[in-house]
């Protein structure tokens, strides 16, 4: 079975710093692993996605991840923190039930960015 | 990317009476669309599975007859909210994969508030 847990349900940086978001996930085969934001009120946008290709994967506005199998990780990271990226952040495992993938979502974190 | 709507994508609706809330797939067919539910600060809880020509598949936990999906055509999927009560006020997304990628396109939500 597939699972993720997002290890901290709040995060808050300050503008310009370095945002790390953490996510552990548990598979029984080689998972696929998302990120995605979603702003309030809003629907849900991908950030990322690894899967089984490189282990450092690239998304939209400057976001990165680092897929780790040893740790069974997937952190998300941003080099320098905006205004804009305040929103929530899931993480994500497709796991495949019954003839087609579902999404199984983390918790959530909650990312503030203060001036 | 693929476009996922939602419609409406607010209604306020008196407790006993039914709502539709319609998920279409704008610039792709989608055999598949799923449900989900979200909870103030919550993460998503998967509802079901729509299937087009065929039944819904359902989570454990979640009443069929109270919530009635309805997959016409391979662009649009429907929810009902039947006989609704206060506490099925929530936001209710959908969310379709492109082809056979386990990427999933969100819908951008339907906040739904029972009286």
């Known amino acids: 079975a597939q699972s993720v847990t997002q290890l901290d349900s709040h995060v808050s940086v300050s503008e310009g710093t370095p945002v790390l978001l953490r996510c552990n996930y548990s598979?029984?085969?080689?998972?696929?692993l998302f990120w995605y934001v979603q702003h309030p009120n809003k629907g849900l946008q991908l950030l990322l996605k690894?899967?089984?290709?490189?282990?450092l994967v690239k998304g939209i506005n400057g976001f990165e991840a680092e897929f780790k199998k040893s740790e069974t990780s997937f952190h998300l990271t941003k080099p320098s923190a905006h205004m804009s990226d305040a929103a929530e952040y899931f993480c994500?495992?497709?796991?495949?039930?019954?003839?087609?993938?579902?999404?199984?979502f983390g918790a959530g974190t909650r990312l503030a960015v203060h001036p | 990317g693929a476009v996922v709507s939602q419609h409406p994508s607010r209604v306020i609706c008196k407790s006993g009476t039914s709502v539709k809330i319609e998920c279409r797939s704008l610039?792709?067919?989608?055999?598949?669309m799923f449900w989900y539910r979200q909870f103030p600060k919550k993460s998503l809880m998967l509802m079901a599975t729509?299937?087009?020509?065929?039944?819904?598949?359902?989570e454990q936990g979640v009443e069929k007859d109270k919530f009635l999906i309805n997959h016409a055509s391979l662009t649009l999927s429907t929810l009902t909210v039947t006989s609704a009560h206060p506490e099925d006020s929530s936001f209710y997304i959908c969310?379709?994969?492109?082809?056979?990628?386990?990427?999933?396109?969100f819908g951008p939500g339907t906040r739904l508030t029972v009286l």
């Open positions: 969310s379709a994969p492109v082809g056979s990628t386990d990427t999933q396109y």
């Open positions: 598979s029984s085969y080689s998972p696929s």
């Open positions: 690894y899967t089984s290709a490189a282990t």
């Open positions: 994500v495992v497709s796991g495949f039930r019954g003839g087609y993938n579902k999404l199984i």
């Open positions: 610039d792709f067919q989608a055999t598949t």
């Open positions: 729509s299937n087009e020509g065929s039944k819904a598949t359902y």
